[in-house]
């Protein structure tokens, strides 16, 4: 059985449609299916909408979360509150196209745990919103070394991979990055971005940012060896001077107290360095990732394979 996850914000005009449309492609392509529509805290009738939805069609359930936690949050609810063999995470408002659930359902039963969606085209965004995204998802990609390039959210996951990702202890979460760090077979299917069937955009620029900064910081800890890379650049740079003028090499305005203040300086910026150091060593710490995932294990005395959790597969 197939869940399928749809964090939904602010979207009454999206569920009823949303449900029927998904639904309709799933029947159509003979899966079981359970719809998950979470509420993401939404101030508008989307509730009222989720409830009609389960009336229309006992196969769509609904999660309300207390007030709005964010996508993140909505996303491992979903994941928490399924009961598939594997699982689907959707936008509400179909921008991801439901007809290619089917494909990355049929990749699954193929032996695919993690199946990404990734844009083949991005849909209609800005100039600037298309480069600060790729920006964004450069500097993750080269801190996790995990091939961000236009992933999303709309992805299907097996249901041990699912465990996984929910075992993982932090709070801090960012979706779409952790089912690629925590293995497992993977396929990939492309798709294009939709226009939004009805409503606008649930994101405002203060919650895009936040969202960068949260997830930037959640996978790598550069900005802390800033300090390092400076204090090493200026004591070279005073050294090198230093050299020049004791070799009688006019400096102009550098006389040997500036370079010696610039010594001090680079040796403050290298103490806090290393104190940053221990710093993101502690970061790395605190979040409490499992050291590895065990995807499969061979069990040489009975010679049967196990899943990482322990039962036996075919
Ligand atoms: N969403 C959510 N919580 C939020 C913001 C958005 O659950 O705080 C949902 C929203 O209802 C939609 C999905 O996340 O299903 C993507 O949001 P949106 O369409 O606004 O973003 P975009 O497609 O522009 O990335
Ligand atoms: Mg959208």
Redesign the pocket.
């Known amino acids: 059985m197939l869940s399928v996850v749809?964090?939904?914000?602010n979207?009454e005009e999206n569920i009823l449609n949303t449900a029927e449309v998904i639904a309709g492609v799933l029947v159509g392509a003979k899966i079981d299916y359970e719809l998950i529509f979470v509420d993401?805290g939404s101030k508008d009738s989307t509730w009222d909408k989720i409830e009609k939805a389960h009336e229309i069609n006992f196969k769509s359930r609904g999660v309300r979360l207390s007030r709005?936690f964010?996508?993140e949050g909505?996303i491992f609810a979903g994941l928490e509150a399924s009961t598939g063999d594997c699982c689907c995470v959707i936008?509400?408002?179909l921008?991801h196209p439901p007809q290619v659930i089917p494909k990355m359902y049929e990749l699954w039963q193929n032996g695919a745990e993690v199946v990404e969606g990734k844009k083949s085209s991005r849909g209609h965004e800005n100039k600037l919103y298309r480069s600060l995204s790729q920006m964004f998802y450069g500097l993750i990609q080269s801190a996790s070394k995990i091939d961000m390039a236009n992933t999303s959210d709309f992805k299907l996951l097996d249901k041990r991979v699912v465990d996984a990702i929910l075992s993982l202890p932090e709070r801090i979460t960012f979706f779409r990055a952790l089912s690629g760090w925590v293995g497992f077979k993977s396929e990939t299917v492309y798709y294009e971005v939709q226009e939004?069937a009805y409503g606008s955009?649930?994101?405002t620029v203060k919650?895009l940012l936040g969202y960068a900064i949260r997830n930037l910081s959640s996978f790598t800890g550069a900005p802390l060896y800033i300090s390092t890379i400076l204090g090493i650049a200026v004591i070279l740079t005073s050294l090198v001077l230093m050299i020049l003028s004791l070799c009688g090499v006019s400096l102009g305005s550098f006389n040997m107290g500036i370079i010696v203040l610039m010594l001090i300086g680079g040796g403050i910026l290298e103490c806090l360095g290393i104190g940053c150091y221990y710093i993101s060593r502690i970061y790395e710490e605190i979040k409490h990732r499992p050291r590895y995932i065990v995807s499969k294990t061979i069990d040489t005395d009975k010679n049967t394979i196990h899943n990482g959790n322990g039962e036996q597969c075919d």
Do not use: F
């Open positions: 749809i964090p939904s914000y979207e993401d709005n964010g996508k909505a936008d509400c408002d921008q939004r955009r649930k994101w919650m």
